[in-house]
C-alpha cells in the first residue's frame, strides 16, 4: 500500500496520472486509425444499426491506461506493476479473442461447456488467460496467500464484469466511470490507481457514444481488469470480499437475466444509459418504432433485438476498405443484422452477416 499523502496532494496526482492516460489513448487511437495493423478489414465490425465501426478503440484505451499506470506517481513500484499486468494481460487475451474469436460460444457455460465436450474455443482461452493475468497482478502487489486469492479474483472478476456492459454504445465506458468515481472516493491510494483508465476512457467515450469505434473485449476486460485491481489496491479485506461476491453474484446472474432488458425496463438507468447516444435505430419504413425503448421485450424473450451483443458484433460486410471507408456494399450486407438469431445462454445473437474479404472474425465474449 503506498504511503499516506495529503488530500490535495493525492488530487493533484490523480488528476496529472488521468491527463496523461487521456494524452496517450487520444494519441494512440488516432495512430492505429492511420495505420490499422493488418489493416482496416481485420478491426471493421457492424454495429447494432448495420453500420461500420472500428474495434481500435480497444487497443487504445488499453496502452493509454497501462502506459500511464506504469508512471503513475503516488503509486508504490509494485502496486504500478500490479495495475499493469492486469491491465495488459487482460487486453491480449481479450484483443485474441476479438480477432480469432467465432461468437459460436458465450458465457462461462458456453466456454465450459465445449471444453468439457474437448472442444478448445477462443473464449476458454481468456479466461485461463485472463485468470492468469489476475493471479501474476495479484502476486505483484503482493499480501498474503488469502489476499492473493481475493485480489486475483477481484481482476479477472472485474475483467469479464465490465465486458458483460459492453452491449450498446458508451455503456462500458459509464459503468467504468462510476466505478472509478466509487473507488476513488474510498481514499488516496484507490483514487491513484484509478486515474488511469478513468482517463483513458473518458478521452475515447465521444467515439463510442458517436457509434465511430467500441471497446470490444480488448478495451472492456483491460479497464475491468485494472478497475479490479484497483480495488485490491485501495480497500480493506472485508470490503475486498464484498466487492467480489457482488461481481460473482452479477456474473452468475448474467446467465439467465438481460442486464440490457433490465436497464431499459427501469426508467433512470435507461436515461443514463442513452445520455450523449444518438437516438434509436427506427424500425422498417412506415413502422415508426424504435428498436429499443421502455417497455421492449427483453433479449432473448423471443422478440428481435437490438443488435443483442454489441461487443459481438459481425465484422463488417465491406464496410472497411484499405484507407477505412465504408462501403455501400457493406451497409447492404449488414441489413438485417438487428434481427436477433438463436437463443444463446437466454440471451440472442445477431445471425452472422457476409464477411469482408480478409476481415477478422465475430468477436467472441467471455461474458454471456
Do not use: C
Request: no cysteine; hydrophobic share 50%.
Amino acid at each position: 500500500m503506498s504511503r499516506r499523502r495529503p488530500p490535495a496532494r493525492a488530487a493533484l496526482t490523480a488528476t496529472a496520472t488521468a491527463g496523461a492516460a487521456a494524452v496517450a489513448a487520444r494519441a494512440t487511437y488516432a495512430a492505429l486509425r492511420r495505420r490499422p495493423p493488418g489493416g482496416a478489414a481485420i478491426w471493421a465490425r457492424t454495429n447494432h444499426r448495420g453500420e461500420a465501426v472500428t474495434l481500435l478503440e480497444g487497443p487504445a484505451v488499453a496502452l493509454g491506461t497501462a502506459l500511464a499506470s506504469a508512471f503513475a506517481a503516488g503509486l508504490s513500484p509494485r502496486e504500478r506493476a500490479a495495475l499493469v499486468a492486469a491491465g495488459a494481460g487482460a487486453a491480449a487475451f481479450g484483443g485474441y479473442d476479438d480477432l480469432a474469436g467465432s461468437g459460436d460460444r458465450r458465457g462461462f457455460r458456453g466456454h465450459l461447456g465445449a471444453l468439457a465436450r474437448g472442444e478448445v474455443t477462443t473464449g476458454a482461452v481468456k479466461i485461463g488467460g485472463i485468470g492468469a493475468a489476475g493471479v501474476v497482478a495479484a502476486a505483484l502487489a503482493g499480501g498474503s496467500p488469502a489476499d492473493v486469492v481475493i485480489n486475483a479474483g477481484l481482476t479477472a472478476g472485474g475483467a469479464n464484469l465490465l465486458n458483460l456492459f459492453d452491449l450498446r454504445p458508451g455503456r462500458a465506458i459509464k459503468v467504468a466511470l462510476a466505478g472509478a468515481a466509487l473507488l476513488a472516493g474510498t481514499g488516496p491510494a484507490a483514487a491513484g490507481a484509478v486515474a488511469a483508465p478513468a482517463g483513458a476512457a473518458l478521452a475515447l467515450l465521444p467515439e463510442d457514444l458517436g457509434e465511430r469505434a467500441m471497446l470490444g473485449d480488448a478495451g472492456a476486460n483491460a479497464l475491468g481488469a485494472v478497475l479490479g485491481a484497483a480495488a485490491a489496491a485501495g480497500l480493506s479485506r472485508p470490503v475486498r470480499l464484498a466487492v467480489l461476491t457482488g461481481i460473482m453474484g452479477l456474473t452468475a446472474a448474467s446467465e439467465v437475466i438481460s442486464f440490457t432488458a433490465v436497464i431499459q425496463r427501469t426508467p433512470a438507468l435507461r436515461w443514463l444509459d442513452m445520455l450523449g447516444r444518438r437516438p434509436p435505430a427506427v424500425g422498417p419504413a412506415g413502422a415508426g418504432q424504435p428498436t429499443e425503448g421502455a417497455g421492449q421485450p427483453a433479449e432473448g424473450a423471443g422478440q428481435p433485438a437490438e443488435g443483442a451483443a454489441r461487443a459481438q458484433a459481425t465484422p463488417a460486410a465491406g464496410a472497411a476498405t484499405a484507407d477505412g471507408a465504408a462501403t455501400a456494399d457493406g451497409a447492404a450486407a449488414a441489413e438485417g443484422a438487428a434481427a436477433a438469431g438463436p437463443a444463446v445462454n437466454g440471451r440472442r445473437r445477431t445471425p452472422a452477416t457476409r464477411r469482408v474479404q480478409g476481415a477478422g472474425p465475430t468477436p467472441g465474449a467471455v461474458s454471456p
